[in-house]
């Protein structure tokens, strides 16, 4: 598991572009057979991916980063399945995993298996997870099931729909909020106008497009805004005081998940557009 300490509001504004993207970018995902994780200071979350190939991958705590006897001993888990079939083994009971389909794995869970249904069409599972301090039963949510939000218009090149998943009104947990956005075939901007959120970080991660293709994830404070490439199964760490939002060369989707103090969704702090810098 890596480890990152990310700079503060003032650090970041003298980064180098790969100093950006090492400290806010993570860009090895999706390995084959492998769980890939970072573990960031901000709000203490763990990302990471599992691709079961052939064989199914038990998640697992590790010591010296966690202190804990196994992975949600003291955490709650969200994953999303992007690829093909799968399914996701905890503790007695079995959950199918089709495309899209959603996992909230509950505080106190102790064996956490990922399975593909075929090994050349792998299941692809993201997931995210916080620490918790409250108990709240496993549950899966299918794509059908998650809460879906329309915005945006044609005309401002952002017409989306955004599908909720472990939300306040949806799955309980003790602060995950977790969810996916798709744009549609025209539309390429995200979360614009943008906002930012003092309570609560945000993990964003695209997907769903081809590999010529690239998102401007725009980042930082307001008023002196940076930006990072990301390309398709990448994802980018969003503190508090940073905005996150970007555009593309192409629609896309990507699945985003928020820690931190409330888990209201609508408790942002929107950044109007004559502020951008």
């Known amino acids: 598991m890596e480890v990152r300490y990310l700079p503060d509001v003032n ?13 806010f970018l993570i860009e090895n995902l999706f390995q084959s057979n492998e769980i890939p994780m970072v573990y960031s200071d901000v709000d203490r979350s763990i990302i990471g991916s599992v691709v079961p190939s052939g064989k199914a ?11 804990a006897e196994y992975f949600a001993e003291r955490r709650e888990i969200g994953v999303i399945n992007i690829g093909d079939n799968g399914s996701i083994v905890v503790d007695d009971k079995e959950y199918a995993m089709e495309h899209k389909d ?49 915005l945006g218009t044609q005309k ?3 017409k989306r ?9 949806g799955i309980k947990s003790s602060q995950l909020v977790m969810g996916l956005t798709e744009l549609e075939e025209g539309s390429i901007w995200n979360t614009m106008p943008a906002h ?6 945000e993990i964003y991660m695209y997907f769903s497009m081809n590999k010529d293709s690239v998102v401007f994830h725009m980042m930082g ?4 805004t940076r930006h990072l490439i990301i390309r398709s199964g990448q994802a980018a760490i969003s503190p508090s005081w940073s905005i996150h939002c970007g555009a593309a060369t192409q629609s896309y989707s990507f699945i985003w998940a ?13 950044v109007s557009m004559d502020v951008l810098k």
């Not at 404070?221 to 002196?224: A, I, K, L, R, T």
């Open 102 to 150: 959603g996992l909230y794995i509950g505080r106190g869970s102790k064996h956490i298996e990922f399975k593909s249904a075929d090994s050349k069409k792998t299941a692809l599972f993201y997931f995210v997870s916080y620490p918790s301090h409250k108990e709240y039963p496993t549950q899966h949510i299918s794509f059908s099931q998650s809460t879906p939000l329309k």
């Open 161 to 169: 729909t955004i599908y909720k998943y472990i939300h306040l009104n």
């Open 57 to 67: 991958l038990q998640l697992t705590a590790t010591k010296k980063e966690m202190a």
């Open 221 to 224: 404070e307001p008023d002196e």
């Open 196 to 201: 930012t959120h003092q309570r609560r970080s």
């Open 156 to 158: 401002e090149a952002n």
């Open 11 to 23: 650090s970041y504004k003298r980064m180098t572009t790969d100093e950006l993207r090492k400290n």
């Open 258 to 270: 928020m820690g931190g103090e409330n888990q209201v969704f609508e408790d942002m702090d929107p």
